[in-house]
């Protein structure tokens, strides 16, 4: 059997390859953040517990902020957000959201489906502008790195107030 090997550049990924694998995952984090924007004031209706009532006011203000960053690298790189291949994003999101409404009733249940929510959508976006700040190199643009270590510092530090505000709570 033979294996059909494609050699890349010496020392580096093709720079074609990597600038459509960075716009592609920015495409799907921009989805994931815009679908969020739209659930978080929904969701905070539903919540009962006070500080996580203001986390996710706080999560929605870094939301927005981030998304503001995004549109400026779409910007920067002369691109516009696209929303083909986001159904898996958006079928994870509205899979968990749908975890809420069926613990509505049960104001501590609730609470803590909302966290597991955040918990989860804040892993997976810290893990994409990761990725995406180690293939921001190779698009040589300063400003796109500093919008991406931006957004990943804020959504480390929402995940981090979410672990605190789970410990709180468990602790009653």
């Known amino acids: 059997m033979e294996t059909n090997t494609q050699t890349l550049p010496k ?3 093709c720079t074609i390859k990597l600038e459509l694998f960075f716009i592609n995952h ?6 994931a953040k815009s679908q969020l924007q ?3 004031p929904e969701i905070r209706v539903h919540a009962h517990f006070s500080d996580l009532i203001h986390a996710i006011t706080e999560t929605l203000i870094d939301v927005e902020k981030q998304v503001s960053r995004m549109d ?3 910007l920067l790189m ?16 509205e899979d968990t959201f749908s975890a ?24 997976i976006e810290m893990a994409s502008f990761k990725m995406l700040n180690l293939a921001a190199p190779i698009i040589d643009k300063k400003k796109i790195r500093q919008l991406l270590k931006e957004n990943f510092d804020e959504a480390s530090e929402d995940l981090a107030l979410l672990r605190l505000i789970t410990a709180k709570y468990f602790k009653g």
Do not use: T
Request: charged share 20%; hydrophobic share 35%.
């Open 100 to 123: 809420i409404n069926q613990e509505r009733q049960d104001p501590e249940m609730c609470d803590l489906s909302i966290l597991f929510y955040l918990q989860q959508i804040e892993s």
């Open 38 to 40: 739209e659930r978080l």
């Open 26 to 31: 920015l495409n799907r984090i921009y989805c």
């Open 72 to 74: 400026e690298i779409y």
């Open 11 to 13: 020392g580096a990924l």
């Open 78 to 93: 002369g691109l516009q957000h696209n929303f083909e291949n986001c159904q898996g994003v958006i079928g994870l999101i």
